[in-house]
């Protein structure tokens, strides 16, 4: 539910959801056996299956009814919002019922972290590649886009960034195993989730396909640093014979 925005039909968040654990873990084998984010995979499934309800294009966010674009709408169409950088931070913007507060997100990784329960080595290699694209491509100046006029740092703080960096690319489960391999994995979720902001302004989005793409790179990325280690040592016991 919190990567739904908040005026979703509650059916399709019923019926995204049995398609997660039915398609997205079951078929795998189960808990702990996926490929994929399961709650990502449900927004997947309402994003592409219910287009209009999941678009973004108006989205109910207070209680009487008030309707609006989201902050990362006005950066795409207009490249500024209308929202300060502490209303992006503290959670004063409309949009998705659990991303709009990077305060409150960033709790929730010092929870996660204290517990053990995520790696630090994914948050912030996803924060530093999503942080080094959106300058890379500032720098090289892409017109017609939010990047074009919007600070690059502006889009750690609004869409679903940080709530992807923290909640979603740190799964145990489907995220890389290897350390090497986390920092590798984190870097291409940030980098990629710019990319896919600056190139394809109809989708502004982007961590939630980042995510689930390298999701299933994910074991091939593990593979390759274990194959790695295994011809170092290899190597060095032959240097030392």
């Known amino acids: 539910p919190l990567v739904m925005p908040i005026g979703v039909p509650l059916w399709i968040v019923a019926l995204s959801t049995a398609f997660a654990v039915v398609i997205g873990k079951e078929v795998f084998g189960g808990t702990g056996m996926n490929v994929f984010n399961p709650a990502l995979l449900a927004r997947a499934f309402a994003f592409f299956a219910y287009t209009p309800q999941m678009s973004g294009e108006k989205v109910w966010y207070s209680v009487d009814g008030q309707s609006g674009a989201t902050a990362l709408e006005q950066l795409a169409t207009t490249g500024d919002m209308s929202y300060s950088v502490s209303d992006a931070f503290f959670g004063f913007i409309p949009g998705s019922v659990g991303e709009t507060s990077t305060a409150a997100i960033l709790i929730g990784a010092a929870i996660l972290l204290f517990t053990g329960v995520a790696s630090w080595r994914i948050m912030l290699s996803v924060f530093a590649g999503g942080l080094a694209f959106a300058y890379l491509f500032q720098a090289v100046g892409v017109e017609g886009t939010m990047i074009d006029d919007a600070p690059a740092y502006y889009h750690l703080l609004v869409g679903g960034f940080a709530f992807g960096a923290v909640f979603m690319a740190t799964d145990p489960v489907t995220s890389a195993q290897t350390n090497t391999g986390k920092w590798i994995y984190g870097f291409m979720i940030g980098a990629l989730a710019i990319l896919i902001r600056v190139v394809n302004p109809a989708y502004p989005e982007g961590m939630m396909l ?23 040592r290899k190597k060095l016991i032959k240097n030392v014979k």
């Open 210 to 232: 980042s995510i689930l793409f390298m999701n299933a790179l994910a074991p091939l990325i593990d593979y390759f640093v274990v194959e790695r280690n295994i011809a170092r």
